[in-house]
């Protein structure tokens, strides 16, 4: 069974440009976060869902973050314009279930540097 | 909110040793769920245990909900556990919180 899988791996960008991460979950699981890890550490939720609908969204910076998961199934988290606080591994992990009986599986992250 | 904190924050231990890593978690939780993440960033899980006892291996686990804490067991030490170890728990309002970790380097 394939994992997350997420892309690109690394992106540097300058402060106040545009940037998109891509993840595609473990097939069949219907909830996906998006994570934000600032080096030392642990990750922080930005963003829940379940198949296309937002659950939590509640530590996202609506004001510069963006994300959608159009189809229920692959997702894109969408920083614009970035900061320089904004550099971070940016991870996304699937489950099968919301709730109660959810075990969450990671990707292996992008790291973003801004600069 | 509920607040999450895992001792110790730092551990350096000699090939072949044991070791316990304790999450405290200040209210009760519908969830727990422990995590290795290795040096390539790359977060593995380890248990998914809201309750009781689990073991794997070398590695076990013990969560008492009821007083609130968690506690990973690592025997017979290896290089490769080192890394850090996070717990994450889902409070009863659904949020879902990690905690700092215990970053462990292993000695040869």
């Known amino acids: 069974e394939a994992g997350v899988a997420q892309s690109p791996r690394y992106k540097i960008i300058e402060k106040r440009q545009s940037v998109a991460f891509w993840c595609n979950p473990i097939?069949?699981?219907?909830?996906l976060y998006w994570y934000q890890q600032i080096l030392g550490q642990g990750p922080k939720l930005l963003i829940q869902?379940?198949?296309?609908?937002?659950?939590?969204d509640s530590q996202l910076p609506k004001d510069r973050f963006s994300a959608e998961r159009l189809k229920g199934v692959d997702s894109t988290l969408k920083i614009q314009p970035a900061k320089l606080e904004d550099s971070a591994v940016y991870l996304c992990?699937?489950?099968?279930?919301?709730?109660?009986?959810?075990?969450?599986?990671f990707g292996p992250g992008t790291r973003l540097t801004v600069t | 909110g509920i607040q999450v904190e895992q001792s110790p924050p730092d551990l350096i231990l000699q090939e072949g040793a044991n070791s316990t890593l304790r999450c405290n978690f200040s209210?009760?939780?519908?969830?727990l769920q422990w995590f290795h993440q290795n040096p390539w960033g790359q977060l593995i899980n380890l248990f998914y245990?809201?309750?009781g006892t689990k073991q794997n291996g070398r590695l076990s686990a013990t969560t008492v909900a009821t007083e609130r804490y968690s506690l990973l067991y690592i025997s017979s030490s290896q290089t490769t556990d080192s890394g850090v170890y996070f717990c994450?728990?889902?409070?009863?309002?659904?949020?879902?919180?990690f905690g700092k970790g215990t970053r462990l380097h292993i000695l040869p």
């Open positions: 245990i809201p309750s």
């Open positions: 097939s069949g699981h219907a909830t």
């Open positions: 992990a699937s489950s099968s279930r919301r709730l109660a009986g959810y075990e969450q599986y």
């Open positions: 869902f379940q198949n296309n609908g937002v659950v939590d």
């Open positions: 209210d009760s939780v519908n969830n």
């Open positions: 994450a728990v889902v409070s009863a309002d659904d949020k879902i919180i």
